[in-house]
């Protein structure tokens, strides 16, 4: 092009970038230039650019209180900068500090306001911000009645940080005991691991999660918890933590456990274990495939697992996790070397102690505790409301029977003991599971006539000198 007569010139479009960031879905109008540069001269055009790029969280406020009180809540403002806030009622009011950037402090004051539920709202607003409305809520108690157990949504949490490279960031939570308001308290947490409460006080509150922003801990997996407690009983919440190495770096394996129960220990021939980590399973999502005679597939998607060079038996593969099944090969063995094979990269060998059985039971939510993955004789699966009577017979499924060889796999030795609620009940039959891969042992038992009544009655099943895992349970009428 040519401009103001001179020869051609070059076009140079710019803004701030900046000011522009990645994230939704609130827009905003931003002031930027269009700058024209020639051999002799350079013109510079206002433009205005619509962006796409702020996030606010919670989108809502809601409070309770029983009596006179107040409560305070933080809104959010991501990426942070310098905002303003109002309100609409005067039972409401708001701080923004200028330490806390992006950040607005809502408080609220049941001072003078009969029992009942009062409607707000607070609006944000800043550089270019024309008004973010964030509902609020306040229902006031004249007195404390009796509440349910407290739940939360959502029920876990789980954060992946990458190393070398910022933390992931938090993850809100609602935190609620049905209709009833009621204070709660929150303990617990690795050092890693925060947890706001918010409003945290009273019901419905709202609490924020993060690792520390401190984060500066080795590639692997990282478990913790934090419990919410109130007059109706308490919650225990789970918080997992992955630290990415990178995807250049080899697979790391963090923690081999026994798949039922979840609890690390010695490994047996046949018992199918989950072996977690970065890089331990292949990036696609892969299930059980068997081969010719019928036993697990020793490779899948490009991995592999050996046990003293023993390929094991692949029951389910992902980008962290791998569950397998220990080569018969271990058995007699006190310790075997695993190393996994993940297209052209290596594990560290990881040694692990061998023991003839290391049973565990499977539980319906697979946690490794609470009610047990249980048929009951007419084929339909335990529960609370579907429990088992006195003098039937259940099938229990577990893992870790031990086996010499292949045609073993899954053979119990004959000293299977199974008691519910402390009462032996007869055994059956104790063996793989028909039909299913080998590693999974099916125990049929006949429920003990003077066996306890109720939705959640302690099982135990013990063979080879060992028992399965503590707290699991089984539903009995």
Known sequence: MRLFGTTPATLTVSWDASLISAYAPIQRPLSASIVISGLANTVTIPATFAVTGLQIAPTALVFSQIGSGSQTQEIALWPEEVISATVNQPWISVTTPSTYLGQAFVTVNSAGLPAGVYTGAVTITGAGIAGITVPVTFNVSSAAVNPPPPAITPGNFLFTAILGEPPPGFRY?????????????????????????????????????????????????????????????????????????????????????????????????GEIVSVRGYGVGASLVSGLRLDPSGMPATALNGLQVTFDGIAAG???????????????????????????????????????????????????????????????QDGTVNSASNPTARGSVVSIYMTGQGGASPALMGILPTNVAVTIGGIAGVVQYAGQAPGETAGLTQVNAVVPQGAVAGPAVPLVVGFGGAQSQAAVTIAVK
């Open 173 to 269: 939570g609602q935190v609620n005991t049905g209709d009833a308001t009621a204070p709660l308290t929150f303990s617990g947490g690795a050092s890693w691991l925060y947890v706001g409460t918010g409003n945290g006080v009273l019901t419905p509150a709202t609490i924020r999660v993060e690792p520390s922003n401190q984060l500066q801990l080795p590639p692997g997996e990282y478990d913790s918890s934090f419990t919410i407690q109130s007059p109706g009983g308490s919650i225990n919440v789970p918080v997992t933590l992955l630290v990415e190495p990178g995807p250049v770096t080899p697979p790391v394996v963090s923690q081999v456990v026994n798949a039922a129960s979840g609890i690390p220990g010695p490994v047996a021939a």
């Open 314 to 376: 692949l029951v389910y593969t992902s980008a962290n996790q791998t569950n397998l099944m220990v080569p018969a090969g271990v058995a007699g063995k006190s310790s075997t070397v695993m190393q996994i094979t993940n297209g052209t990269l290596k594990t560290q060998a990881w040694t692990l102690p061998v023991a003839p059985v290391a049973p565990g039971m499977f539980t319906v939510d697979a946690t490794g505790t609470g009610q047990g993955a249980i048929v009951n």
